[in-house]
């Protein structure tokens, strides 16, 4: 007869396996407490608030990069990134290169949004190279954006944790979702590769919603 035997600690591949296993099932919960977590971080500014920024950014190559930066959802870095070829004048789009790993492609420019641009390619010039250049004929930097937002948002009385570059990122996507479009739509619009990045903004715009109906609970 077999001896019967001992029970062993499973092989590391097993072992390996059963955490696998373990983390996939606790995955999703991390992943919404992650979500959670950076739903309550992120602020934006009202549409009176862009009103008011816009309102005081007069010099017209500032003017421009704000506008874009507002209505295409770009981060800070992607702004010097951008050169005259990327632009086509006839139809108003510019090819955005998108970094961490996003979705780069081509924005259609709005009415306003075009309107500054042109405005600051007459004072600029047609020559190819960077669109938006520092004093030095340089890339302007992330760090020279951030000085201006800090600037003109001090200027137009914004909330003084909301004077980065990156707010104009979370008010673009917050504000799209306001304005009825889907989750998919403005993923596509702002360049996000992973739509649980985009559904951040989907829990502000639900929470704002949530907000309303309290307060409309006696609305006839």
């Known amino acids: 007869m077999r001896a019967t035997q001992p029970l062993e600690k499973p092989a590391p591949a097993a072992a390996a396996a059963g955490e696998s296993a373990r983390n996939t099932t606790a995955e ?15 602020r934006h500014l009202t549409e009176e608030e ?10 017209p190559r500032d003017r421009a990069l704000f506008r874009l930066a507002y209505h295409a959802g770009l981060r800070a870095s992607e702004i010097g990134m951008l050169e005259m070829r990327d632009y086509n004048a006839r139809t108003d ?25 042109k405005a600051w390619l007459k004072v600029r010039g047609k020559e190819p190279g960077v669109i938006f250049q520092s004093n030095q004929r340089r890339p302007i930097t992330r760090q020279m954006l951030d000085l201006l937002m800090k600037r003109y948002g001090a200027a137009a009385g914004l909330p003084e944790d909301l004077r980065h570059m990156h707010t104009l990122k979370h008010t673009c996507a917050t504000h799209l979702l306001d304005k009825g479009f889907g989750v998919e739509q403005v993923q596509d619009w702002i360049g996000h590769a992973n739509i649980q990045n985009t ?17 409309l609970a006696d609305w006839r």
């Open 28 to 42: 999703p919960a991390k992943q919404k407490k992650r979500r959670r977590r950076q739903a309550r971080r992120v």
């Open 50 to 59: 862009v009103g008011r920024l816009f309102k005081v950014i007069t010099n």
């Open 93 to 117: 789009r510019i090819y955005i290169h998108r970094l961490k790993g996003s979705n780069s492609g081509e924005h259609h420019m709005c009415r306003e949004e075009a309107k500054a641009f």
């Open 199 to 215: 559904m951040i903004y989907a829990t502000v715009t639900n929470g704002r919603r949530a907000e309303m109906a309290g307060r």
